[in-house]
């Protein structure tokens, strides 16, 4: 005879076997059904992603630098939004900078994956309406303005940290952006 | 052999280290969701728009800004100083539980991006926790399928890891290591400049990170004293890379479910024998 505890039990049970499962298909990032399960069914970040510094390690720090438009023909120079600064002797037990680092090392990966499918007949341009490239330009767009400016442009680069191997790079330019 | 009570409780104590930590740094960088920071929720809403526009979760939409997450942040480390006074087999123990996960999952509606293998980890303690102590629940099988299942997914994230990096080819060159650590972002100078002038030690950290992670769950039916290795192995491993990366909150979180391993290791090894 059933009774509320084995109903509970077994809706535990089922609730573990299946998040379980979910867990084990999404470790294929790039399939289709991963995919789905992420944007669709795991609305709170539930199904883990254990993949940890693979298949790519991430060997970039990643820049956020942005530049206002003094007129027609000149800009200003570039400034960099202070996100990539070394840690402190502390940071074994207390590093809350890693949040900012990782935010923005999430929405540049994010930014750069879903480049290819933003691709229209003009370009890039719908990529300015994705949510990654939205969160980069409100940072910047409100960072200080040392002089009246109304059109602000951003550029993500990344350089290879301490030992300097390989040469920064670009990784977007934007346009001027009206601010 | 450590009672299932006392595992489940150590688990707690261990997370709620880890949780207040984390809690506390995203109080410290508590302008990252002002109207003008990084998660501004001016912008974060338009996910939540896309996909549920009248989504029931709305009403706690309002909380999503430097006030209302500085509160839910301070509740938060209120109920994980109250746990200490409440156990989890106590019903006001099981409450504070499931008001903490609530906490969690409210906050990661705005954290998608930024948060870690850590708070997922936290989150899925935290909820298995919940359910598997329903103080009406009679028995002992749901605290035990609850380790079970936080033991399983500490195992399945150290072999997916593991399996990840071997099929990387920058891993099987062993330079990822030395890569990763000449970052600002996960690395230290030190650390970068030891490994570019000792290729031979970036060898040895990155088949050593990759054979173990692969190889973790055998701490699951090894003999105890064997599984040990694997366990002592996991905990240097989380120790040096909040040292030498800054990952202090993986060390709270993946070492508070090193009791359910141990737990059921011996689970095992006294069905076996």
Redo the contacts between chains.
Sequence with gaps: MFT??TI??SA??L??GI??LL??LC?FRDTRMSAFIR??ID????I???????????????HLLYRDKIDEQTNGEWLEVDI????SFW?????????????????IQ?LVSSIPYYKSANGYDLLMFS??Y??VL??VS?CDCKRPSTQRQFMLAET????Q?TSPAVILLSVFHQI | MISLIETNQIILLLLGVGLF?ST???M??IQ?FS??????W???Q??WEK??PDSFLKPLFNLFNEKGLAIIFGLRCLIIFALLFFPLETTYGWILVGLLGLSL?AS??IT??????S???N??II??LF??H?P????S??AT?GLW?IG??TC???T??GI??L??A??RAST?????F????????WA??FL?KHPAVNVFLCWNVMIMETLFPLCLILPFNYALVFIIWGFLFHLLT??IM???SFFWSFIATYPALFYINHQIQWHLF
């Excluded at chain 1, 609305?43 to 539930?46: E, K, R």
């Excluded at chain 1, 883990?48 to 990643?62: E, H, I, M, R, V």
């Excluded at chain 1, 290879?160 to 030992?163: E, F, I, R, W």
């Design positions: 509320i505890n509970y039990e535990v049970t609730i573990f998040w379980f867990t084990i470790q944007n669709t609305i709170f970040g539930l883990p992603l254990w993949t940890f510094f693979a298949p790519n390690p991430g060997k970039s720090d990643y990539t600064e070394e840690r940071s074994w037990c207390w590093n809350p900078e890693k949040r900012d680092k990782k935010i923005l090392s999430d929405v994010n949510m990654p939205l969160i409100h940072a409100h290879s940290g301490y030992l191997e | 930590i506390m740094e995203y410290k960088k990252i109207p003008t920071g990084l998660l501004s001016n912008v974060m338009i996910r996909s549920s999952l990661s509606m998608f991006y930024g948060s870690d293998g708070d997922q980890m989150m899925l909820i298995t359910l598997c329903f009406l629940a009679q028995g099988y749901l399928l299942f399983l997914q399945l994230s150290y997916v890891a990840a990096k099929a990387s920058e891993w990822a290591i030395k890569d990763v000449s970052t600002r972002t996960y690395g230290s100078r970068a400049v570019k909040a040292v800054g990952l202090n």
